[in-house]
């Protein structure tokens, strides 16, 4: 069974920054495109950022400029650097593997607040 193991969220002030991590681990990695989704509490799970194999990366506009995925396949880890935070960005952030059949992490929660 694959397993994806999301860290590095927590409480941060607005205009702070977080790396999350998701570490993949009883999959080939590399062949695979990584994402970051996120679920506001009464809203539904949005897609906000992938990175395929071969590095390209897509955003949601709302975190264009401010957010970068990025992935380390020796590692089998996807990373997700956030900057200049936002009320907003308040939710938990998962971390799914692409493919025939996807796969999802336990969620990590983030808090923008003063």
């Known amino acids: 069974q694959v397993q994806l193991v999301e860290s590095g969220g927590g409480l941060v002030q607005p205009g702070g920054s977080l790396r999350l991590s998701c570490a993949a681990s009883?999959?080939?990695?590399?062949?695979?495109?990584m994402g970051w989704y996120r679920q506001a509490p009464g809203k539904q799970r949005e897609l906000v950022a992938t990175i395929t194999s071969g590095g390209n990366t897509n955003y949601v506009d709302s975190v264009k400029g401010r957010f970068t995925i990025s992935r380390d396949n020796a590692k089998n880890t996807v990373y997700l650097q956030m900057n200049s935070l936002k009320p907003e960005d308040t939710a938990v952030y998962y971390c799914v593997r692409g493919g025939a059949q996807w796969y999802w992490g336990q969620g990590t929660q983030v808090t923008v607040s003063s």
């Open positions: 009883r999959t080939i990695f590399t062949i695979y495109t």
